[in-house]
């Protein structure tokens, strides 16, 4: 049996998951985000020790002989948060979360200190990612950044109190800043950039290698027979792609959750940051990949929902069968935009309205407009020389039939629906338990989830969209133009 955890920003999830790979029992508790101030984004890490306790508790009472029989424990989450700790392991402050943009003057900071970043990082610098975060905590928290001794990401702040170990992984870690890409190391001169050196960062190891193991106090509260062993991990978007069995070369997914994600799983390390594409290390050893990332997908809709006053399913039931593009554009920028423009000020706008336009093509726009911007992705992915040919489409935006045969057909790229709901990340760190545990090849474990049949590109409908996309990028200028 292998548990995996998987800490995400509104909760903590856990699933059991035997030898068969089948999902025996799972359990949520949820976490709140604190924001004292405008863009400011924060959690205590105490609120996630306890998250961890409540699941496993809950678990204890439904599972208790299938906890008990836990030979290996993974771990996913959250990236770029950052834990700051003293010599004592003490927290010194809430960890800064990914989607805190108070860093942003710090980014071209740290990129003047450190002019080859972009180069040996694998990414341009942003807010989220944890570097800015530590000089922005060296300017205005000088006295906190004095007591600095360490500094983890959330994922391995778990790990620490789980194991009194502090060791992380390199998917995770290649969204710091800190990390070497290529070379699946820290970097010197990334840390010597923000007034850091190594011993300050965590020991590294493969996703798939043992990291520790449970302490026996914690092994015994939740009745386990052996303390288990735990695997290094991964990011969530690692985590999800290794549950999704997309560890090879070529390997794809479109994400259409709250915000959209394309992912490709490279043989090498590719940045390509003059397109504002994330070149990571992927959970397993010797494999890489890249994200396009959009920051407002299915989020999109949901505020087209609100606005309405209408819940999605019916929005989109109004849509129906997709024949041709809607009269209307729709540019989802309703955050900023990441791929492959990195403009955090840029916001969305409806384009060629009419007395006539109904909500139906109002709702279709919406939609065209999250696969235009996932079109964008791809685009950035493929320019950096990786070959896409065809994807999963995961997440909640999934679900809809007319939805994903549109984004075919703007992709102009077959996908391939999951014939059941993905599990996320906590599914991918119990694959990467076991892997730590037994020593099986990946290939053997992490294989594709059963898929619904295929949805490819309608040509007539690809022709159409393509003349689309064309004016939907020319509106990006007049939108940066305006300020947002």
């Known amino acids: 049996m292998f548990l995996g955890l998987d800490l995400g920003t509104s909760g903590l999830k856990a699933v059991l998951v035997d030898e068969a790979q089948a999902v025996v029992g799972s359990a949520t508790a949820p976490l709140a985000v604190s924001r004292p101030h405008p863009g400011w984004s924060e959690q205590d890490p105490a609120q996630w020790w306890a998250a961890l306790e409540q699941a496993l508790d809950i ?5 208790p002989a299938e906890l008990a ?50 180069r040996v990082a694998g990414n341009i610098a942003m807010p989220g ?16 950044f004095s007591k600095v001794a360490r500094i983890l990401l959330p994922k391995a702040w778990l790990r620490l109190a789980l194991t009194g170990e502090a060791i992380d992984e390199m998917s995770d870690a290649s969204g710091t800043l800190w990390l070497d890409v290529a070379a699946r190391a820290w970097s010197p001169e990334a840390l010597a950039a923000t007034g850091l050196d190594s011993r300050a960062m965590p020991r590294l190891v493969e996703g798939s290698a043992p990291a520790g193991r449970l302490r026996p106090d914690l092994a015994r509260r939740w009745g386990m027979t052996t303390p288990p062993i735990l695997a290094g991990g991964a990011g969530d978007n690692a985590a999800g792609a290794v549950g999704l069995g997309a560890i090879r070369p070529g390997d794809a997914f479109v994400s259409l ?13 590719r940045p390509y940051p003059e397109g504002a594409v994330h070149a990571f290390c992927h959970a397993l050893p010797g494999l890489w990949h890249q994200m ?31 024949e ?10 309703l955050a900023g935009e990441r791929t492959p423009h990195n403009d955090g000020a840029v916001r969305g706008a409806f384009a060629g309205l009419s007395s006539g336009t109904e909500r139906p093509a109002l709702t279709q726009a919406v939609m065209e407009g999250v696969a235009f911007s ?17 994807a999963d489409v995961i997440g909640g935006g999934s679900r809809s039939e007319a939805w994903i045969r549109l984004l075919a057909s703007v992709l102009d790229l077959p996908l391939h629906p999951l014939a059941e709901g993905e599990h996320g990340g906590a599914f991918g760190a119990a694959r990467l338990a076991r892997l730590a545990v037994t020593g099986e090849a990946p290939g053997t474990i992490c294989t594709a989830p059963s898929r619904g049949e295929t949805v490819r590109p309608d040509p007539g409908l690809a022709e159409a969209y393509a003349g689309r996309l064309a004016r939907y990028r020319g509106l990006y200028p007049a939108l940066k133009a305006l300020g947002g």
């Open 324 to 333: 041709r593009p809607s009269e209307a554009l729709f540019l989802p920028y």
């Open 129 to 144: 990612f944890t570097a800015p975060k530590l000089l922005w905590v060296r300017t205005h928290e000088p006295e906190i």
């Open 292 to 322: 396009g990332v959009t920051l407002s997908a299915a989020a999109s809709l949901a505020w087209w929902a609100g606005i309405t006053g209408t819940d999605e399913a019916t929005l989109v039931r109004e849509v129906g069968s997709v």
């Open 69 to 118: 029989a836990v030979r290996g424990i993974g771990l996913s989450g959250q990236q770029h948060g950052a834990v700051l700790l003293d010599a004592d392991d003490r927290v010194l402050r809430p960890c800064i979360l990914w989607n805190d943009t108070r860093a942003s003057a710090e980014c071209a900071a740290l990129e003047a200190a450190f002019p080859d970043l972009r």
């Open 374 to 390: 996932l079109r964008d992705c791809l685009d950035a992915v493929r320019a950096s020389g990786t070959v896409v040919e065809a």
């Open 59 to 63: 678990l204890k009472t439904r599972h």
């Open 257 to 269: 959750g709250t915000s959209g994600v394309l992912f490709a799983t490279t043989d090498g390390a």
